[in-house]
């Protein structure tokens, strides 16, 4: 079973960044895809980032694509998010997710959740 736990966001102003981090635990990780997903006020949680096993291949949203970095550690059980340039259409929660398999952008192909960390963007 897979646990995760989001941690590293807060408020910031346009232009500024922020880096989230997600550990993994109870589960191996380095054989977990993870992914960065965000949900909005009203809104359903969209896709942001995802990264595969190895840390070889990454995905973005087109909305943050050249904004935000999304890297791992396996060696530390965690997951990144750098996000510069932020903007404050990126204001939502940020959840970070696992699946036991290749990388994936779906909401549905994400097996574990963690909690969500806040990211609040002022203009």
């Known amino acids: 079973q897979v646990q995760l736990a989001e941690s590293g966001g807060g408020l910031v102003q346009a232009g500024g960044s922020l880096r989230l981090s997600c550990t993994v635990s109870r589960r191996p990780f380095s054989s977990n895809a993870m992914g960065w997903f965000r949900q909005a006020p009203g809104k359903e949680r969209e896709f942001v980032a995802a990264v595969s096993r190895g840390g070889g291949a990454t995905d973005y949203a087109a909305s943050v694509k050249g904004r935000f970095i999304i890297s791992r550690d396996n060696a530390k059980n965690t997951v990144y998010l750098q996000m510069n340039s932020l903007k404050p259409e990126d204001t939502a929660v940020y959840y970070c997710?696992?699946?036991?398999?290749?990388?994936?952008?779906?909401?549905?192909?994400?097996?574990?959740w963690g909690q969500g960390t806040q990211v609040t963007v002022s203009s």
């Open positions: 997710a696992a699946r036991p398999g290749v990388i994936a952008t779906k909401r549905d192909d994400y097996r574990a």
